[in-house]
């Protein structure tokens, strides 16, 4: 075992052990590998990670025929309603959405992605679906029940995490 490996899992020497190791490795470097991507989509759009996971939303709202309001967007993001509406103004700014009035209540707003928007996500994204989907598309039935499982247990392996107790 890569010494790297047996820091976080213990010298094992069970082939099972090993199997479960080199998976886990596996899927550390497909992340790292995505959060790479996602920084260089971020460059290439020049937005943050906020701004970009605003648009995803939106557009997705928007497929779905959903509005989105400011506060949806903050109960999405965790942040609170002065970092959204400084989201909001960066991303009206830079021509990525536009605020609309409601149709019956004339105090709230909705957000909406702009057309060149769709084509801007489209455009810087739209190879790198097609790359990962022809990765998985030949993929048995079997195969694809069995990763999907695994990512399943992953998640919930992960969302198991205690958060730190309140320094204080």
Do not use: C
């Not at 020497?13 to 199997?19: C, G, T």
């Not at 009035?101 to 702009?114: C, G």
């Amino acid at each position: 075992m890569a010494i790297e490996n047996a820091y976080w899992y213990g010298e094992n020497a069970d082939d099972r052990h090993e199997r479960a190791v080199a998976l886990l490795q596996a899927f550390r470097m497909y992340r790292a590998a995505e959060v790479a991507m996602r920084r260089r989509t971020r460059e290439a759009m020049s937005m943050g990670e906020n701004d970009l996971l605003v648009l995803r939303y939106l557009l997705r709202a928007q497929r779905e025929g959903r509005r989105v309001s400011p506060s949806e967007l903050t109960r999405y993001l965790g942040v609170s309603t002065a970092s959204m509406t400084a989201i909001i103004d960066r991303l009206e700014k830079s021509d990525h959405v536009r605020r609309e009035r409601h149709a019956t209540d004339r105090r709230s707003i909705h957000v909406i992605p702009t057309a060149e928007t769709d084509h801007e996500v489209r455009a810087t994204l739209g190879k790198m679906h097609e790359r990962m989907l022809a990765a998985v598309i030949d993929m048995t039935p079997e195969e694809t029940r069995i990763v999907t499982e695994t990512l399943a247990r992953l998640q919930s392996a992960v969302d198991e995490v205690d958060s730190p107790p309140p320094s204080g």
